[in-house]
């Protein structure tokens, strides 16, 4: 047999999705399309047991994210936990709802650092997109997470219809003071997947948005740190999923369901553990769904022989699936997948015009609401 | 590690963790790591003899003393300096 053996390494991160509640509705979302109710979310004290068992496995570093964390009246008794467990714990936020005194207690709580997401570089842009008049209280929480002198990145996920303004979102970035700007070029699965038509970018934004990077990074080398999260769809080279299926990571879900990827909800064969049943200790290590996927001997053809297959794991696992009803497959966004022309399809279909773009599907809570 | 040359540490310095970063021993990996956003350095053993001499009130030719008379051997006071100078140029002391 070739291959790596699956045996659970350390993981190294813990992405708790304290709610799915959420007042923005960006219809790229990573949640799942099924949402979780606020009735099912895990208390506190669960919460706080799930920090424990992860840092007694080794992991060093949380992001407390959701939906929109701040909607978690108990927040801080959360990031205390964490911060008790010894996590270092970074608040993935909207910025909706982060005053001054809110981000003080969580300071005090023990948050290390601050990411908070932005649409586009425009207020009626940006609106746009998170399906809300979002953008003033965003602009006012950098202006506070600035103030307290805070860790401070700024996340945008790109796509068709902002990667045009990527000048103006980095320089945003600048005026908002972000030390680092993550550049997440849109991963389709979920509600992306479901608005791939109206978000999927052609080869010509992407170079042209590749050269924007590079040209302000020549510019202004003490910063912000520039993360470009590669798209793709149009290289034929599958992203490594996760650094590994259950090798470095685990995400825990607002109702306590784990896995090992915050887009594997979706697989629906997969039979996610749940921390309320289990502690994190046997989910990681024993449970069939973090070793589902774990090491290379799952691999079938063309992977299992593929001198890449411990570099990019086959690629993305839950891809595999939302395209081709099999998370066992080769990822098809790699050349060598035998499914590569669903991928070209897509990107062929992308064209380079911008007219005839369909409407957005936003992320609501069952039910679907579109608008041009 | 970056392929330049960092520009060598002034003897003076005293090396300290900036505010995002934060030393911390790993019992699971019996590693010294150090955490920041979005990023983990896991050093191995010489780095974090190092690194926990950086406490912001020790100078590099402090740390460099301290070192060799554990270390009598090693090339201490050639290569300490350069490794903090490689640090600082990363963000990762100041």
Redesign the interface.
């Known amino acids: 047999m070739t291959g790596v053996p699956a045996v659970a390494e350390a993981p190294w991160a813990l992405l708790a999705e304290v709610t799915h509640a959420c007042p923005l509705h960006c219809p790229y979302c990573s949640n799942p399309l099924e949402l979780v109710r606020r009735s099912g979310e895990l208390s506190a004290d669960e919460w706080a047991r799930v920090f424990a068992e992860a840092a007694d496995l080794g992991v060093v570093q949380a992001h407390v994210s959701g939906g929109e964390p701040l909607l978690r009246p108990d927040l801080e008794r959360i990031v205390s936990a964490a911060a008790r467990a010894g996590v270092y714990t970074q608040l993935v936020t909207s910025g909706v709802g982060l005053t001054a005194g809110r981000l003080g207690a969580l300071l005090d709580a023990g948050i290390e650092s601050v990411q908070l997401s932005v649409q586009d570089a425009r207020a009626a842009d940006s609106d746009l997109i998170a399906g809300t008049a979002a953008f003033a209280a965003k602009e006012r929480a950098a202006e506070v997470i600035r103030a307290a002198g805070v860790p401070f990145g700024l996340n945008v996920v790109l796509h068709r219809r902002n990667l045009g303004h990527l000048a103006a979102i980095l320089d945003l970035g600048r005026a908002w003071g972000a030390g680092r700007v993550e550049l997440a070029n849109t991963q389709f699965y979920g509600w992306a997947l479901r608005n791939r038509a109206a978000l999927l970018p052609t080869r010509d934004q992407l170079d042209e948005a590749r050269r924007t990077v590079a040209a302000h990074r020549e510019r202004h080398p003490s910063g912000p740190e520039l993360v470009w999260v590669a798209p793709d769809y149009h290289d034929g080279v599958p992203k490594p999923c996760m650094g590994g299926w259950g090798a470095r990571s685990i995400t825990v879900g607002p109702d306590g369901t784990a896995l090992p990827c915050p887009a594997a909800y979706a697989i629906a064969d997969l039979d996610a553990p749940n921390v309320r049943a289990h502690d994190l200790g046997w989910i990681w290590r024993e449970s069939p769904a973090f070793n589902a996927y774990r090491g290379t001997g799952w691999m079938k053809d063309p992977c299992r022989t593929c001198s890449r297959r411990e570099a990019d794991f086959g690629g993305c696992r839950c891809q595999a699936y939302a395209l081709t009803g099999d998370a066992g497959r080769t990822d098809p966004a790699c050349s060598l997948s035998p499914d590569h022309g669903l991928v070209l399809a897509a990107v062929a279909a992308s064209g380079d015009g911008e007219t005839g773009l369909p409407g957005l599907v936003y992320r609501r809570p069952g039910r679907r609401r579109t608008a041009s | 590690m970056p392929s330049d040359a960092p520009a060598p540490a002034a003897v003076d310095w005293r090396p300290a963790l900036p ?2 970063v ?1 030393r ?1 021993h ?1 019992q ?2 019996g590693a010294e ?1 150090l ?4 990023r ?1 350095v896991r050093l191995n053993a010489e780095g974090g003899r190092v690194l926990r001499l950086c406490d912001g009130r020790t100078t590099v030719e402090g740390i460099v003393t301290a070192l060799a008379r554990d270390f009598p051997d090693a090339p201490i006071a050639a290569d300490v300096p350069a490794f903090l100078a490689r640090l600082r140029d990363r963000g990762w002391l100041r």
């Open positions: 505010p995002s934060r911390r790993d699971v990996r790591l955490l920041m956003p979005e983990v």
